[in-house]
């Protein structure tokens, strides 16, 4: 059974700075790798999706890695804002089957001017 | 509508009592999922349709869990007899077509809290 861990549970910085949120996931045959982004009251929003070929997806400041075998991914954050304050969800579909995605428990980030 | 909608937004159920959330996917979309996030927890598929047809629904965490999603647009589900560990955010997602590398669109969620 796919598993998915964020590290770490919560995180806070000061205006600025660049920051990285980690994905572990146990099962390597995944289709695909999502981030997304959650505001309090709210729905989740993507923000990047990795095939499992790639390597990396690059949006705006989001930068987001992939290494597939050993079952990890990073977001990347640069020059943080206060708005970039959020829940950071990260989700895995498996490459068999159809489209489940699997969460992880997600970053809590706050970000302060 | 332009994203996926639910309805109710916020819903206080009495423990024993049935609940209905709706959603309403993207127009034209084929796949709709429903999640269950429990507080401060990541969301926890239950349930997957496409079309009509509901072509998984090993999430579902009782029997008193039921999906429907008749004519292949608006879907419902219906929790019987809530309890409190039914308290949850339930969310809604549709992507247009069925593959796998189709961005999933997620509705802002159901807000159940059973008392």
């Known amino acids: 059974k796919q598993e998915v861990t964020q590290i770490p549970a919560a995180l806070s910085v000061p205006e600025g700075e660049n920051l990285v949120l980690n994905c572990s996931f146990t099962?390597?045959?995944?289709?695909?790798l999502q981030w997304f982004r959650q505001d309090p009251g709210k729905g989740l929003t993507s923000l990047l999706l990795?095939?499992?070929?790639?390597r990396e997806q690059t949006s705006g400041r989001l930068n987001a890695s992939l290494d597939k075998s050993s079952g990890r991914s990073t977001l990347y954050i640069a020059a943080s804002q206060p708005g970039d304050s959020a829940t950071y969800l990260c989700?895995?579909?498996?490459?068999?089957?159809?489209?489940?995605?699997?969460f992880g428990t997600g970053t809590r980030l706050l970000v302060s001017p | 509508g332009a994203g996926v909608s639910q309805s109710p937004r916020y819903k206080v159920a009495k423990r024993g009592q049935d609940v209905a959330l709706r959603c309403d996917p993207i127009?034209?979309?084929?796949?709709l999922f429903w999640y269950q996030q429990a507080l401060g927890q990541g969301p926890e598929f239950l349930t997957y349709?496409?079309?009509?047809?509901?072509?998984?629904k090993s999430g579902l965490p009782s029997d008193r869990f039921f999906a429907e999603r008749p004519e292949g647009s608006v879907s419902t589900l219906k929790i019987q007899r809530t309890q409190q560990e039914d308290s949850a955010v339930y969310l809604c997602?549709?992507?247009?077509?069925?593959?796998?590398?189709?961005?999933?669109?997620f509705g802002e969620g159901s807000w159940l809290t059973v008392v």
């Open positions: 997602a549709s992507s247009l077509w069925a593959g796998a590398g189709n961005t999933i669109y």
């Open positions: 099962d390597s045959a995944i289709y695909n």
């Open positions: 990795i095939q499992s070929s790639q």
């Open positions: 989700a895995v579909r498996g490459d068999t089957g159809f489209q489940k995605l699997v």
């Open positions: 127009s034209g979309h084929v796949s």
């Open positions: 349709f496409q079309n009509e047809a509901q072509l998984d």
